[in-house]
Structure formats: C-alpha cells, structure tokens
C-alpha cells in the first residue's frame, strides 16, 4: 500500500506539473485542488503505512482501510470534485 501511494503521489502530481507547464493541459482547472487534496490523503496513507513497515509492527485493519479509502479516492473521484468546488 505504501508503494501504490508513493507511486500514485508521484505519477498524479508530476502530471499536474508538466500539464501546467505544457500549452494544452489536459487537466481542467476545477480538478487541480481536488488532486492535491486527494495526493495529501495519499501521503497520509504513505506515512502510516510506511511507519508500520519500519517499525514492523503490521496492524491489517489500518491497512485494509488504507485499501477503502484509496479505493473510494479511485472510483468516486467526481464526488470528491463536485464535494471540494
């Protein structure tokens, strides 16, 4: 889990950047807050989850929702978008 959220940090937000940079973005303007906001819930999921691998102590129910909510962050995006504008 901490990977997928390292990775989808990484991959959302350097999009954004070079989108911005770039003449035709492909990003609409109302979604840039909503990214951000979901890129932090994902560096939070980043945080907790990769504590738990240093301190090697694996709690499955953190884990599990960690799963949910980058799952609900995933597939009910618009809902995030139309929540935060």
């Given at each position: 889990m901490a990977i997928?959220?390292?990775?989808?940090i990484i991959t959302v937000?350097?999009?954004t950047y070079v989108d911005?940079?770039?003449e035709e973005p492909t990003i609409v303007d109302g979604y840039q807050l909503p990214i951000y906001i979901v890129?932090?819930?994902?560096f939070i999921?980043?945080?907790m989850c990769?504590?738990?691998?240093?301190?090697?102590?694996?709690?499955?129910?953190v884990t599990v929702a960690c799963i949910v909510i980058s799952l609900y962050t995933r597939f009910f995006?618009?809902?995030i978008v139309i929540w935060v504008n």
């Open positions: 997928y959220a390292a990775f989808h937000l350097g999009k911005s940079l770039s890129a932090g819930i994902h999921i980043l945080l990769g504590a738990m691998l240093m301190t090697k102590k694996y709690f499955w129910l995006f618009e809902d």
